[in-house]
């Protein structure tokens, strides 16, 4: 059988799945694991004391536990685990999700663990001077971060973000294992029809690097936009 | 006026301040002299709460500070909206352009209309002899520039006082000149303001008051004339230092 032909008739179901599952999951999850990244790298970081030290340690717990153990196994405990989870009263029958809910569900905590430490690694690398100079002209905390060193935060992290991202869009492929049909998921399963193991999963391949590709340079753009401020280097 | 009552700051390997008792007065400019590690600095970032002694007492207008006490966030942002600080490394904001930096404190912090505040930027910015500069990020001026988009900024606010911790010590000569003139304009403008420098020259021309720390401890506090002219052996050896007599 001619490659061409194979590669002809199968990109429209593998891009379909691409653009049905594998980006709405890598996007919704992404943009998700931002958000409970941003909150957690601020509780890990806040200076109040008291009671708020408990919210401090279960950031720690949970940047801890989705660190140390497997985007597989994670994804494996959340679909075919928590069903068998059964809470008198609360779910007496299990935890029970769809697999593309459960997919984004471990996509977003994993990934807002490894984004929760780059965000508070950038806003800890912004000199100690910034918050003065904020503090001097009477800005209280809160003002400071989102006026002065959040914004200055941003272009420090966005390369380790997009790396993040990247990352994401390719470990979609795992949600296979949780019976979703994303690129991967079609491109094994018209290999088993068509014996052709070597080109189908080269084709779904090239694809991730396309996707990948094209984020690498929307991630360029967004660096020059956002270093606009900084002196030119050579 | 600042008054400030036996301030004592504690570090743990070192007593940065001992027993430290005196008076800024308003409208004067109140020069603080003394060697590196001396305590200068630990002082004046101690008026505006940017570092916190253990004790001593603090009084400025209607705020009272003891500073045994917890101090509220209510009663810091009070001296930091009546006071401004001037760093020794600028600490422009490097992402908003130098207008941005002048007006970022009156328009978010004092809530004033951005138009009046843009005016008037650009109008301090004419003083300082920066007026070409208001739309350049802060990457593109040199040191003596931005030590000035810096004094500028704190001027916005129009301050009761401006604190300025050694604001020339990172320039080169001719840079430093162009600053120096800004301040002598400055206090002549009757705008209290409390400098920590090492310059000497400068500090003979500007001062009203001049206080020499060392060790911690406040040796001098006194009319500027009276230090350039005293007996005491220390101070005689410090300024002869200072302004090279020995070279």
Known sequence: MDIWKIIVSSTPEILAAGIKYTLPIAIVSFILGLILALLTALARISTRGGAFKIVKWICSFYIWLFRSTPLLVQLFIVYFGLPYLKIKGIFPHGIQMDPVL????????????YCSETIRGAIQSIPNGQW???????????????????PQAVRVSLPPLAN???????????????????????????????YQPLVMYTLVAAYYAIACTLLAWLQSYLEKVTSR???PVN | MIKIEKLDKNYAEHHALKDISTAFPDHQTTVILGPSGSGKSTLLRSLNLLERPESGKFDFGDIHIDYSQPISDATTLDVRRHTEMVFQQFN???????????????VHVLKHDKDAATKEAHEILTKVGLADKADVYPSSLSGGQAQRVAIARSLAMHPEYIFLDEPTSALDPELELEVLKVLLQIAKEQQSMIIVTHNMAFAQKVADKILFVENGQLLFDGPTAEFFNTDNERIRNFVSAMTFQDL
Do not use: C, W
């Open chain 2, 92 to 106: 422009l904001f490097p992402h908003l352009t130098v207008l941005q930096n002048i007006i970022e404190g009156p």
């Open chain 1, 229 to 231: 401020y900084v002196t």
């Open chain 1, 164 to 194: 993040s991202f990247i990352s994401l869009v390719k470990d979609t492929s795992l949600a296979a294992s949780i019976t979703i049909v994303e690129m991967f998921e079609v491109s094994q399963q018209i290999a088993a029809a068509n």
């Open chain 1, 132 to 150: 003065e100079a904020a503090a001097s002209i009477g800005m209280t905390r809160s003002l400071a971060l989102r006026r002065i060193i959040l």
């Open chain 1, 102 to 113: 459960a997919g984004i569900l471990t996509f977003t905590l994993n990934t807002g663990a």
